[in-house]
């Protein structure tokens, strides 16, 4: 996902999408700030995505969050002023709040400033086991009304796609592999986060069939 402002997709929006007494103009843009954003704060810090609002008011463009303190983050002439000042404006906040965690950890928790270790999962595989086929599954599809649902499958070694339905002869067994990140300077979006090594290599254990280290370090 771009996190850079000048992506930013902005949809329309009418009157029937907020609530008269609610501090948005009746018609607008909607757009998103990623959660990650901005990207040089460490992934554990990040938040969910933010839904924006934009819009005239006052004769000029005004910036607010929908789901949180519903606060104006940027004002300006145009829309694209107002919202780059927000994409500042939460780029501000959000770095001040990734140092306050970070010195929060190591001062009143006793921790590093960031989780040492981090397992990513990067690949997953799910085998679909029937008595006359092994395929490696595709996706679900939903039976009709009062029937089993059918896995779409592909052969081990490929070929066209074909269907096997779900019943108690089939089992799926799911196959995930992944690295494991210990103080190497990666900082993974999507990992599970420990301070300690023991808790980090129990749950690549558990939740990996495969979990390679990641020797950054030693290249
Ligand atoms: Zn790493």
């Not at 902005?10 to 103009?25: M, Q």
């Not at 997953?124 to 009304?145: E, H, N």
Request: aromatic residues 10%.
């Amino acid at each position: 996902m771009s996190h850079n402002p000048q992506d930013v997709q902005f949809s329309t929006y009418g009157p029937e999408r907020f609530a008269e007494h609610l501090p948005f103009a009746r018609r607008g843009y909607l757009f998103t700030v990623p959660g990650g954003f901005p990207e040089d704060t460490p992934a554990h810090t990040n938040v969910t995505d933010w839904e924006m609002a934009t819009y005239r008011a006052r004769g000029e463009w005004e910036v607010r969050d929908i789901n949180g303190e519903r606060r104006v983050w940027g004002t300006g002439p145009s829309r694209r002023t107002a919202v780059g000042l927000a994409f500042q404006e939460i780029a501000r906040k959000r770095r001040q709040r990734a140092k306050d965690i970070a010195e929060k950890r190591v001062t009143v928790l006793g921790l590093e400033p960031v989780p040492p270790y981090a397992v990513e999962v990067t690949g997953a595989v799910t085998l679909v086991l029937a008595p006359q086929a092994i395929g490696v599954l595709r996706l679900i599809q939903p039976g009709d009304y009062g029937q089993n649902a059918e896995y779409r499958v592909v052969d081990v070694d490929g070929g066209d796609p074909y269907d096997i339905r779900a019943d108690n002869s089939v089992t799926l067994r799911t196959t995930q592999v992944g690295v494991f990140h210990d103080r190497c300077g990666h900082d993974p979006e999507d990992a599970a986060r420990f301070e300690n090594e023991t808790d980090a290599v129990a749950y690549a254990l558990q939740s990996m069939a495969m979990c390679w280290p990641c020797n950054v370090l030693d290249d």
